[in-house]
């Protein structure tokens, strides 16, 4: 099954690579797909971390499968998919013998704008959910952890992953708008909502989502009543929809089986938005 497309798993902001690990042993071991991620240089303490450190990490990752042939599904979640976002441009095209991109998958994130950092789009006002620590260079959540991430796990889950959360450097939100690149407008994209969120509130996504189709994006939308971590709370049904896409993207079954309605899944209602309209 070397034909099919390797995963890369791009974390969030605080969140360490192994968040994905349960939907990444499912996918490598039930379904021989190919899974990678990597840690984002702004969560390792480092308060001076650029984006560009960031966007230099994942641009690694996916070089190092691209090398030997493979194409990448980019997989980001919250922050990360503004890095993956912007690492796509320098992979869609490839050489004989090279892998590219040929997908994106967004799980409770945005649609980066080029030239613009993550914190612009809102004015450089955080919202109430963390805040700016200038002694400290990084971004402090201010909301109770296991509530803002984790409400929907048993509460000893919820405290082993609070435990694993990391510092997350402010220089990454706030600065490196001049590397930022609207990836989503090159790449086929799977969005995955997520209902019951806390941090980005679904119907902001459901937003965004309608603001990049009418920008001429190719979005398929679909939604779980769940955190701003699935992969944590129902690692299954993602499994199941990141094994759709992929076959969306490849035109291959790669081991997902349709649904229809019903449990947590649902492809969503996205509100139609236009650009010169902002009432919409």
Same mark, same amino acid.
């Given at each position: 099954?070397?034909?099919?497309?390797?995963?890369?798993?791009?974390?969030?902001?605080?969140?360490?690579?192994?968040?994905?690990?349960?939907?990444?042993?499912?996918?490598?071991?039930?379904?021989?797909?190919?899974?990678?991620?990597?840690?984002?240089? #702004?969560?390792?303490?480092?308060?001076?971390?650029?984006?560009?450190?960031?966007?230099?990490?994942?641009?690694?990752?996916?070089?190092?499968?691209?090398?030997? @042939?493979?194409?990448?599904?980019?997989?980001?979640?919250?922050?990360?998919?503004? =890095?993956?976002?912007?690492?796509?441009?320098?992979?869609? #095209?490839?050489?004989?013998?090279?892998?590219?991109?040929?997908? !994106?998958? !967004?799980?409770?994130? *945005?649609?980066?704008? #080029?030239?613009?950092?993550?914190?612009?789009?809102?004015?450089?006002?955080?919202?109430?959910?963390?805040? %700016?620590?200038?002694?400290?260079?990084?971004?402090?959540?201010?909301?109770?952890?296991?509530?803002?991430?984790?409400?929907?796990?048993?509460?000893?889950?919820?405290?082993?992953?609070?435990?694993?959360?990391?510092?997350?450097?402010?220089?990454?939100?706030?600065?490196?708008?001049?590397?930022?690149?609207?990836?989503?407008?090159?790449?086929?994209?799977?969005?995955?909502?997520?209902?019951?969120?806390?941090?980005?509130? +679904? +119907?902001?996504?459901?937003?965004? %989502?309608?603001?990049?189709?009418?920008? *001429?994006?190719?979005?398929?939308?679909?939604?779980?009543?769940?955190?701003? !971590?699935?992969?944590?709370?129902?690692?299954?049904? +993602? %499994?199941? !929809?990141?094994?759709?896409?992929?076959?969306?993207?490849?035109?291959?079954?790669? *081991?997902?089986?349709?649904?229809? @309605?019903?449990?947590?899944?649902?492809?969503? =209602?996205?509100?139609?938005?236009?650009?010169?309209?902002?009432?919409?």
């Amino acid at each position: 099954m070397s034909d099919l497309p390797t995963l890369v798993f791009t974390p969030g902001a605080w969140l360490r690579p192994t968040c994905y690990t349960k939907v990444m042993n499912a996918l490598q071991g039930e379904h021989n797909i190919r899974c990678t991620s990597f840690t984002l240089h #702004s969560t390792i303490g480092d308060p001076n971390a650029t984006f560009k450190d960031d966007l230099d990490a994942c641009r690694a990752a996916i070089s190092s499968e691209t090398t030997i @042939g493979r194409d990448i599904v980019l997989i980001a979640h919250s922050y990360g998919g503004m =890095v993956a976002n912007s690492a796509i441009p320098d992979f869609i #095209s490839s050489s004989p013998g090279q892998g590219r991109i040929i997908g !994106l998958i !967004l799980i409770a994130s *945005g649609f980066t704008l #080029s030239g613009l950092s993550f914190m612009d789009p809102l004015f450089n006002v955080p919202p109430p959910t963390w805040c %700016v620590n200038k002694a400290t260079g990084f971004a402090d959540i201010v909301t109770p952890s296991a509530q803002l991430f984790y409400h929907d796990l048993p509460a000893d889950e919820a405290e082993e992953w609070v435990a694993q959360l990391t510092p997350q450097s402010l220089k990454v939100l706030f600065d490196g708008g001049e590397h930022a690149y609207a990836g989503w407008l090159d790449v086929p994209v799977c969005y995955i909502g997520t209902i019951e969120e806390q941090c980005l509130p +679904v +119907v902001l996504q459901r937003v965004h %989502v309608g603001m990049a189709r009418a920008m *001429g994006a190719s979005v398929v939308h679909w939604e779980l009543r769940s955190s701003h !971590l699935p992969f944590l709370s129902q690692s299954d049904e +993602v %499994v199941d !929809l990141l094994l759709r896409a992929a076959s969306a993207f490849t035109g291959k079954v790669v *081991g997902a089986e349709e649904w229809q @309605g019903g449990g947590s899944k649902r492809e969503a =209602v996205t509100p139609t938005v236009n650009i010169g309209r902002p009432s919409t």
